[in-house]
């Protein structure tokens, strides 16, 4: 089926460890989102991508490391996590910059 | 560049009544503007979208908005609310453009609950 997939849906993980949060479009999109969520600070934007091999940062990119190497994947990597990065992570993909976007359904990182 | 501001941060309304989720917006040019809702531990869904044109947009789950320039505005409204309409509820704004400060902002979010 088309859409975008995230995964794991669920992790958990220790201070200082490295996670990477999967992201799978099946649309062709060119661009690709991640935001994180949190409550009282609603969707901020971690990264973005307008095509493969091209991303650049959003409002909340310190901490945080993405790649584009194929249009339909989007890997963010957290490099040392913090218990700052504990969220709740969504990939989004659009066919332009400023039109609707497609969610999936969410990666809840917890950092212990 | 945009924003977006949703004055309303929660919202109850029993079951079968009407539903209006307020959303102003600010942007100098004319914007695309969206409403999503997210049901619990899901991602965001688009309930509708404005492009241009008619400004009463149709979407889903017979969910409407009306654009409306003089006021800055992009109310979502439902004639008649069911249960599991509760959820949170963004309004969004975009534009068409290339520059990096045109890029969808998403409002606060209003969350919606239904009494039976």
């Known amino acids: 089926d088309a859409g975008i997939t995230q995964s794991p849906r669920y992790k958990i993980t220790e201070t200082g460890r490295q996670v990477t949060l999967m992201c799978h479009q099946t649309?062709?999109?060119?661009?690709m989102f991640w935001y994180r969520q949190d409550l009282g600070h609603g969707l901020r934007l971690i990264y973005y991508?307008?095509?493969?091999?091209?991303?650049d940062k959003g409002e909340v990119p310190d901490g945080y490391v993405v790649s584009r190497s194929k249009t339909e994947n989007f890997p963010l990597t957290l490099e040392s996590a913090t218990r700052s990065q504990t969220s709740v992570y969504f990939c989004?993909?659009?066919?332009?910059?400023?039109?609707?976007?497609?969610f999936g359904d969410g990666t809840r990182l917890s950092i212990l | 560049a945009q924003s977006v501001t949703q004055p309303d941060i929660h919202i109850t309304v029993s079951e079968g009544a009407s539903l209006e989720l307020r959303c102003n917006y600010s942007?100098?040019?004319?914007?695309?503007l969206f409403w999503y809702v997210q049901s619990p531990g899901q991602g965001l869904q688009l309930l509708l979208k404005?492009?241009?044109?008619?400004?009463l947009v149709q979407g889903i789950k017979g969910f409407e908005a009306e654009f409306k320039r003089s006021q800055s505005s992009f109310n979502l409204r439902k004639p008649s609310v069911h249960w599991s309409d509760a959820a949170e509820y963004f309004c969004?704004?975009?534009?068409?453009?290339?520059?990096?400060?045109?890029?969808?902002?998403f409002g606060p979010g209003t969350s919606l609950s239904v009494i039976p």
């Open positions: 989004a993909s659009s066919e332009w910059w400023g039109r609707a976007q497609h």
């Open positions: 649309w062709s999109h060119s661009y």
């Open positions: 991508s307008a095509a493969a091999d091209i991303t």
């Open positions: 942007y100098g040019a004319t914007p695309y």
């Open positions: 404005y492009f241009s044109g008619d400004t």
């Open positions: 969004a704004v975009g534009a068409d453009s290339k520059t990096s400060y045109d890029k969808v902002i």
